[in-house]
Every structure is written in C-alpha cells, then in structure tokens.
C-alpha cells in the first residue's frame, strides 16, 4: 500500500472547481515538499506542480496546490474535460530514504 | 528539445536478469538527477531508483534492493538499471525520468514513453 493517502477517485462537471487530497506523515509531508503528477490516459506522467505550489513552465495557471503540515492538496478551477487523468501526489521520504507516490487519484469530467 | 528515450525491455522468465537503458538529448545529462519510476498493469506509480547527475549517489526502494543496480555513463548520455533475479510482481511499463536539478529525485520534468518488462515462465 501507499504511504501517501489519496481518494481512489474525484469528479466534476465543467467548469467547476475539484480539489484532491494528499495524506502522509512527518517523515515524508511533513518534512519535505510535495509534488503532483498528471498521467492522461495511454501516456506517461507530466510534472504538474512542484515544491507544493510551483507550477511549470506550460501548465495552466488553472491548477494550484497547497500544503499544511502532513496534508497537501491539488486544486483545479474552471474543469475542462481534457483533464480527465489519474492525478499523483509525491513527495521524499526521510525515514525510507525513498520517494514515494499516493496511490493516485482517478478524475472523471461528468 | 529534451528527449528520453527507453529500450531494453521485453519478456524475461523468474530469476532472470535484464538491463534498460534510456538515452537523453536536448539537455547537459550530467548535470542531472536521474530517475526510475514504474507502473504495473492497471496500478499505480511506484519509484523504483535515483541517482545524481554523476552517479556517484544511489538510491533504491526497498523492494528491488540487492536485486537492481542504476548506474549512468554520462559519455553517452545514457543511464542504466541492471534488474537481476527477477519477479512476477517486476512486471510493469518502466519510465526514465529527469530530475529539475542534480539532486532532484522528487521533482520530474520529463519522462520517457516507458519500456515494459514482462516476468512470467
């Protein structure tokens, strides 16, 4: 199982505004920074946000992520279809010396 | 352009051995953390190993430790995992990923299209 808890599944409409969870602890959240990767379906993960809340160069001002103490959340406003994707969230683990993902989270545009 | 591109996986029996590589362009390879992150059918992504950009630090999950072996020979922008003693559960789509900095494990900015490695008799 995975040490970063997240909803198994999300859902919206168009237009609305999702937010997902991520769970951990000291060692890993707590301590370190937090990402967040978007894999579309058939394709390989793209970096979405880095160090909690830094987006890359190319990724729509749309999403934004957050982190408090052991939490982080991933936030997308205005839902478009096109990003219907499994979302995972990751971050370093210090006590096992590791990375490690959230068990991803699947998001339905209704 | 940055490009990574992995080769090298295939179908391999239980206890059997088999090397990735994955080859980078349109960026100093050297100059960066490089990455091995997999994905069994159907589940999840499970980080598998890192090293820094010259190679001289690894890491590994502890469920492919004593077992694979990263290593990266920045002359031909190439990094490698050696995967030895292989099992069912080994079976997934690998990716090679490149890290922001040299010693970003975490922070992946590029991904190649992932090579699979099956493990079945």
């Known amino acids: 199982q995975s040490v970063l808890t997240q909803p198994p599944s999300a859902s919206g409409t168009p237009g609305q505004r999702v937010t997902v969870s991520c769970s951990g602890t000291s060692s890993n959240i707590g301590g370190n920074t937090v990402n967040w990767y978007q894999q579309l379906p058939g394709t390989a993960p793209k970096l979405l946000i880095h160090s909690n809340n830094q987006r890359p160069s190319g990724v729509p001002a749309r999403f934004s992520g957050s982190k408090s103490g052991t939490s982080a959340s991933l936030a997308i406003n205005g839902l478009q279809s096109e990003d219907e994707a499994d979302y995972y969230c990751a971050a370093w683990d210090d006590s096992l010396d590791g990375l490690i993902f959230g068990g991803g989270t699947k998001l339905t545009v209704l | 352009e940055v490009q990574l591109v992995e080769s090298g996986g295939g179908l391999v029996q239980p206890g059997g051995s088999l090397r990735l590589s994955c080859t980078g362009s349109g960026f100093i390879f050297s100059s960066y953390a490089m990455s091995w992150v997999r994905q069994a059918p159907g589940k999840g992504l499970e980080w598998v190993s890192s090293?820094?950009?010259?190679?001289?630090?690894?890491y590994y999950a502890d469920s492919v430790k004593g077992r694979f072996t990263v290593s990266r020979d920045n002359s031909k922008n190439t990094l490698y995992v050696q995967m030895n003693s292989l099992r069912a559960e080994d079976t997934a789509a690998y990716y090679c990923?490149?890290?922001?900095?040299?010693?970003?494990?975490?922070?992946?900015?590029?991904w190649g299209q992932g090579t699979m490695v099956t493990v079945s008799s």
């Open positions: 090293l820094t950009g010259s190679g001289g630090i690894t």
């Open positions: 990923a490149k890290g922001i900095g040299g010693y970003s494990y975490d922070k992946m900015d590029y």
